[in-house]
């Protein structure tokens, strides 16, 4: 496992009319962290849409490499869409596995894989996430390069890593080990991360920050001495209601998309196989 768990963009999500119980879901996840992402249009019911422009439908083959908790996953599986999903880990895939057969069996594939290469055919898929998995992978190119190969033309891509002003703000305050190998070995800025998936064939279609609330949160976090089994603390607690008063303004969207410009968690790209 992680020394920490990747931040809210590949967090568990929490319970909504359409999910599981949370007692029954992959991994749980905060209700802070739901809202967040539900603010910025993403795991939307309505439009069946995991982030704007990457809608799932029956007919799509998704595939979620280091899927984590694999709330996208879940969400996907919810649409009527076939999922497999990968990780290192044999007890995650165990784990989310036993869940999604409850969703649906039949539907979901889990694979235990290090993506060198992909246990997958050529252009087998039609949605490919990957979130927060390239600042930990020893070749990021290699990485792409086999999600490239695994999508059908014109297949969708949805990447994220964390931020560069994130990762460097919590440098000196994390723990070494959370900068070293398993955990994140390299740091992205935006061009670079542009460049990286322009580079491995990819086309761009969106590229924006996010989370500014979940970078503030791991700053304070490490500085709160609880575990991340139970992140409960006075820190914590007030940061929450400091947010939370703050979407009770007449326009906290405004706000919290120029707090996700100067101090965003993670970059998000939407790509295309060209």
């Known amino acids: 496992m992680l020394f920490a768990p990747r931040p809210s963009v590949d967090q568990p999500v929490a319970v909504q009319s359409d999910r599981l119980p949370k007692e029954q879901s992959p991994a749980g996840l905060s ?6 992402i539900g603010l910025d249009g993403w795991h939307n019911p309505a439009t069946d849409e995991v982030i704007p422009g990457f809608h799932i439908g029956p007919d799509d083959r998704v595939l979620d490499v280091g899927c984590g908790g694999a709330h996208h996953s879940q969400f996907c599986l919810q649409r009527g869409a076939h999922v497999t999903f990968t990780d290192i880990d044999p007890d995650v895939i165990a784990r989310v596995q036993r869940a999604f057969d409850q969703i649906s069996s039949g539907r979901s594939k889990g694979i235990v894989s290090d993506s060198y290469p992909l246990p997958i055919e050529d252009g087998s898929m039609t ?7 390239l600042e930990h992978v020893e070749d990021p190119m290699a990485f792409l390069r086999e999600l490239y190969r695994v999508g059908k033309s014109g297949a969708l891509y949805f990447l994220t890593v964390p931020d560069a002003i994130s990762e460097r703000m919590q440098q000196g305050i994390a723990p070494v080990s959370y900068f070293e190998h398993p955990n994140h070995i390299r740091i992205l800025d935006n061009d670079q991360f542009a460049k990286l998936v322009v580079d491995a064939g990819f086309v761009i279609e969106s590229q924006k920050p996010y989370g500014a609330y979940w970078t503030l949160w791991w700053m304070f976090f490490w500085n709160s001495g609880v575990g991340l089994d139970n992140p409960s ?6 940061w929450a209601a400091t947010w939370n008063e703050l979407l009770k303004t007449p326009n906290p969207t405004k706000t919290i998309r120029a707090l996700d410009r100067q101090l965003p968690k993670s970059q998000v790209i939407l790509a295309r196989k060209a």
């Open 31 to 36: 209700e802070r962290a739901a809202l967040d």
């Open 127 to 133: 949605r490919v996430i990957s979130t927060e998995v």
């Open 233 to 238: 603390h006075p820190l914590l607690d007030a």
